[in-house]
């Protein structure tokens, strides 16, 4: 799980958005002080006022743009992952969703037929589906036991040809 969100970059990303978030709040909330120094023997120093200098607006907007691009990553990747971005190919105005889809669905084709017996009717069960499947359907359309199901995957995981991407209670797995 760990690993999983380092590697798609959330962990990173939701770093970079806390320290970005505290350097920024830390630099809003505490603006130098404008210090004016006036007379001729008798130097008297008074404090004018708090204002920002020049480089402390650049540091404010250079954390505000790192804050907010982490933010944005984050906020697209988790609708990528929750599926609320999977549109329907069909619906592609010039036709090349449409291609990829058939083009992915053949390699997926091409691979379920050099798998095992095992194998192979997991993997059809999820193409079947349109290559994303919640794990416990493959259960229930298959007669597979969950811990057979569960074995075959991490099988077919470990070769590359699938990921299993954890959402709420259980996994869906998706064909690569």
């Known amino acids: 799980m760990f690993l999983n969100a380092l590697r ?3 962990l990173i990303a939701a770093v970079v958005l806390v320290a970005s978030t505290f350097a920024l709040g830390v630099q809003l909330l505490n603006p130098p002080e404008l ?9 008297a ?4 006022g708090y204002y ?4 402390d607006v650049a540091v404010v907007a250079v954390f505000a743009a790192v804050l907010s691009a982490s933010a944005t990553f984050l906020a697209l990747d988790a609708r990528r992952s929750d599926g609320a971005t999977h549109s329907d190919p069909e619906a592609g105005d010039d036709g090349t969703d449409a291609v990829d ?3 992915r669905r053949e390699s997926w084709e ?8 095992t194998e192979r009717v ?4 999820a193409l079947e589906a349109g ?11 298959t007669d597979l036991s969950k811990a057979t199901v569960s074995r075959t995957l991490s099988s077919l995981e470990s070769r590359g040809l699938l990921d299993r991407e954890r959402r709420g209670m259980g996994n869906v797995v998706v064909l690569q």
Do not use: S
């Not at 920002?52 to 480089?55: G, I």
């Not at 997991?122 to 069960?125: A, K, S």
């Not at 290559?131 to 359309?141: A, K």
């Open 110 to 117: 091409e691979t379920a037929a050099g798998l095992a017996d």
């Open 8 to 10: 798609n970059g959330r």
């Open 35 to 43: 210090v004016v120094a006036a007379g001729g023997d008798d130097t």
């Open 131 to 141: 290559g994303e499947i919640p794990q416990r359907d493959i259960v229930e359309r």
């Open 122 to 125: 997991v993997y059809e069960t």
């Open 52 to 55: 920002f200098a020049y480089r």
């Open 45 to 48: 120093v008074e404090t004018v």
């Open 101 to 103: 889809k058939e083009r």
